[in-house]
Nanobody
Framework: QVQLVESGGGLVQAGGSLRLSCAAS????????MGWYRQAPGKQRELVAS???????NYADSMKGRFTISRDNAKNTVYLQMNSLKPEDTAVYYC??????????WGKGTLVTVSS
C-alpha cells in the first residue's frame, strides 16, 4: 500500500502565499509522476500541476507564473509553492502519485482558503 499525506493548507489573504507538501510512504518501488489537483465546491477536480520523475513540470494554464511544483525524489515528496493567491484558488488540494506500473494513488486532501 501507498500512503500520501498532504500538509500546508490553511487560510490566507488574497495576494498571499502557501506551500503545500505531500509525502509518500509505503510500498513505493517506482514513481512515474507526482502532481497536485484541486476541487472547489460544486466543481470538478482539476489538474493544478504535475512533475515527472526527471523533474519536468506541467501546469494548468491558470496556474502558470503563480504556482511552482517541485519534488524531492529521495524523500518521495512533492511540493507546491503557491504565490499571488486569489479567492478563486480556494479548494481542497489533492496530491496524486502515479507509479511506474500506471497505478494512481491519492491523498486525502488539504483545504486552502483564500479570503478577499
Amino acid at each position: 500500500q501507498v500512503q500520501l499525506v498532504e500538509s500546508g493548507g490553511g487560510l490566507v489573504q488574497a495576494g498571499g502565499s502557501l506551500r503545500l507538501s505531500c509525502a509518500a510512504s509505503g510500498s513505493i518501488f517506482s514513481i512515474n509522476a507526482m502532481g497536485w489537483y484541486r476541487q472547489a465546491p460544486g466543481k470538478q477536480r482539476e489538474l493544478v500541476a504535475s512533475i515527472s520523475h526527471s523533474g519536468s513540470p506541467n501546469y494548468a494554464d491558470s496556474m502558470k507564473g503563480r504556482f511552482t511544483i517541485s519534488r524531492d525524489n529521495a524523500k518521495n515528496t512533492v511540493y507546491l509553492q503557491m504565490n499571488s493567491l486569489k479567492p478563486e484558488d480556494t479548494a481542497v488540494y489533492y496530491c496524486k502519485l502515479t507509479m511506474g506500473n500506471g497505478m494512481d494513488y491519492w491523498g486525502k486532501g488539504t483545504l486552502v482558503t483564500v479570503s478577499s
